[in-house]
Every structure is written in C-alpha cells, then in structure tokens.
C-alpha cells in the first residue's frame, strides 16, 4: 500500500514539474521568487504572450488535484475532516475566495475581472501554502511543488490581464508577520488552519478550473 501511494506522489511531482514549461509564457521579470512581483507589468496586448488554455485547465487541474490529495492526507493524519470542521467554520484567515460579485460565473462572466480575482487570490494563498509547508511534517516536497505551481499559474494569467496593476503579492514584511502569526498559534490550531488552508485552497482550484473551462469553450 505504501508503495503505491509513493508512486502517486512520484507521478504527481513530475506532472506538476511539467508546468514549469508554462514560464515559457511569462517574461523573465514575471517569473520572480516568491514574495517579489515585476513592478514592469507588461500592458500593451500585442506585446503579452498568446496563452493557451487548455495549458491553464491543465495546470489548474493538477493543482487541484494535489491539494485535495493533501487535504486527504491531513484528515487521515490529525482526525480533521471536513464534516468535523463545521462547527469551527469562524476562524479568522479571511482567505481569498471566488463569488459571484468577482464576474467568474457562467450567468455573469467578465474575463478581465475574473482573471484578475484569480491571480490575486492565487498570489494571497502563496504564504499561506508556505506556511503548510513549514508546518505539515513529511510532505514538505509535494506541497513546495504545489506552491511553486500556484505561483507559475497566477504570473501566466496576470499575463492575460489587460490591466494587471492592480494584481500584487504581499511583501516580506507582510508575509514575515502573517507567517510568524499564525506560528504562534498553539500545535492543535496551527493543525486546524492547516486544514482550512487546504479546503479553501481546493475549492478556489475548482472555481479557477470552472472558470478557465468556461473560457476555453466559449
């Protein structure tokens, strides 16, 4: 049994090493470590790289796919599963979510605002996934990959914004503090916000992925 679940996470690591291919897209001042953003973000829509779609479904799908994996494995490991965690619901991340004001719905689609409302949330979860990272024993591999792949997936649709000014990430000190904070929580907490992380996490993937799908087939 245990070989197979470390053969799933080899398959996993190299289907998301394949979206390192998608920075082939972005310019070299998009595809910047985590926790810097291009102060050059490129405007003119001649100039911005053709994006296929169906890459983005792909690497939205396979982010997705991994974070409900992890989701999985933190309810297995620490007893906290979804259905457990109703009664807690009030806990105060404020993570990025997609609703209907954020023009993402097939009844009231906009592209540019909705493209816009995923890079910046994918760009907000960054820390949050480091802090998973830190945090989550065992897996520090799988969910790095996972980040890195968030962070390729939201340069290359800030690159199909036209108008990505507005579309940033938190600096270092505002990423330190959030980071430091939620480290300070006692052990049983920082398990909880782990699994928070990762719920709120996979339901933004499935929104991006509705999203993009919708894109791709209109």
């Known amino acids: 049994m245990l070989s197979g679940r470390n053969s799933s996470h080899d ?5 998301l090493a394949l979206l390192v291919s998608l920075t082939s897209l972005v310019p070299p001042t998009a595809a910047l470590p985590l926790g810097v953003v291009s102060q050059d973000p490129t405007t003119d829509s001649e100039a911005r790289p053709a994006v296929g779609f169906a890459d983005l479904l792909l690497a939205a799908q396979l982010i997705r796919f991994q974070s409900d994996s992890l989701k999985t494995q933190v309810c297995d490991k620490y007893l906290m599963c979804d259905s457990d ?7 105060g991340l404020h993570l990025p ?33 480091h802090f998973v990272q830190n945090d989550f ?3 520090e591999k799988q969910i790095k990959n996972m980040q890195h792949a968030t962070k390729h997936l939201a340069d290359v649709i800030k690159m199909v914004l036209k108008d990505a000014s507005g579309v940033k990430q938190m600096d270092k000190n505002e990423q330190q503090i959030l980071l430091e904070s939620l480290s300070l929580n006692q052990e049983w907490t920082r398990k909880l916000t782990i699994s928070f992380i990762l719920r709120d996490f ?7 992925i509705r999203a993009v799908r919708y894109v791709q087939n209109s």
């Open 85 to 91: 965690m109703e009664i807690l619901s009030h806990n």
């Open 97 to 129: 979510k997609i609703t209907k004001e954020d023009g993402c719905y097939a009844s009231d689609f906009n592209k540019e605002k909705c493209f816009q409302k995923i890079s910046i949330g994918l760009y907000m979860y960054l820390p949050y996934l």
């Open 11 to 15: 398959v996993l690591h190299t289907l």
């Open 137 to 139: 024993g065992g897996e």
């Open 202 to 208: 996979t339901s933004f993937m499935e929104k991006i």
